[in-house]
């Protein structure tokens, strides 16, 4: 598919259609804590959208470029927020509430990191939500070599959790 | 205990973490690697970085989620982004049209009590000065408390729209006095939202939440 057919897919694409699915986005995706802000990143986002075009007339942007401005805009406030508070929890010293068990995602990050390089990279995507095929289109592979490498992958992550008692087959 | 794929996703995504020693990768690589757009010698650093970094592990997910939830693939523009775009803006005068910032060198005080609702993610850092209730039309001073070492400031006041009707640069003290005539159209009761940006002595800058504001 080429630029430009690309493009004729997304005339439909409005500032409130790519607002309201932000806003979903962002839901699902930003860490817990900013759950309660979803609306007002999504809003400040804009904010700083409008503040870039200076008042331009929206309607000659391209959609992708709402999507990419607003996308930017609201990581790099997720970011900004995480570095507060971690920060804040250096300052007040406040005690880590310790659950209960083992620490279940950093032992799946410590059996990641000691896949071979040709199945990390497969696998990361894979847990951070991609399908196979949008594994294949990020590392620019067949569907079906991604397949094969996140399954292979999978499969040795699975035994390195096994061998931590993390995981019964 | 059995971890379905599920589950397995589900831990793995919920692991708070940071990469001590790594630079966080400019959001738009995030952008372009779900598009199967990345620099080739840096897919693997940029993948490799959200294991350890839970923020940039939500950063992808959210540009996979964006990219597959739209009606098609999102073109990239060829425009120039970012905010160096916005502050050569700045730089070059375009301060009249749409944002007000602002440069502080004292260190920020506490928040106050009986301001107006703050929006946006950032409330702890520049706050609000402006008295609650609604405000007078003329004579209307936007207030707010200063960032430490900020050289200067870029305030902006927008409709709920998000129209910018006010756009201040290179404010030196942390109020500014907005023109009658910008209000002047706008009816009773009307909602405005306002922002402040601290521009520190290196460059970077510091974003105030989005204010609320209601006309007399």
Redesign the interface.
Known sequence: ?N?NS??S??G??GPAEIRA??L???A????RE?HS?QE??V??A???????E??EDFTR?????F???A??V?????????A?A?QARALEALPVAVAPGP????E??DC??KLP?SR??PV???????RNI?VA????WTEKRAENLVYRG?EQ??RC?EAKG???? | MTLDAERLRSEFQSAEGTAPGETCPAPELFWQLVRGEPPARQLGSLVRHTLRCSACGSALRLARDLETNVEGPVVVSPRPLGRTRLWLGLAAGLGVASALAVLVRAPAPSGRTGMVLERGPAAGAMRSLVPAGPRPRTGLVLAWTPFPGALRYVVTLASPKLEVLYKQAGVRETELRVPPEVLAKLPSGARLVWKVEAVLGDGEVQESPAFDLVLE
């Open positions: 598919m630029g690309r493009a897919s997304r439909g694409s699915l932000l979903r986005a962002v699902r995706h930003c860490p900013l802000q007002d990143l809003h400040t804009w904010l700083r959208i409008v503040e870039r200076g008042g942007l391209e959609p992708s470029y999507w990419r401005v996308f930017t609201v990581i790099d406030e997720i970011r900004r927020r995480g507060r971690t620490d279940l995602g950093a799946i990050r990641v990191e390089a990390q990279l990361i995507l894979h847990l951070q939500g991609f949008e289109r990020a590392c620019q999978l992550l699975r959790l993390l995981d019964a087959p």
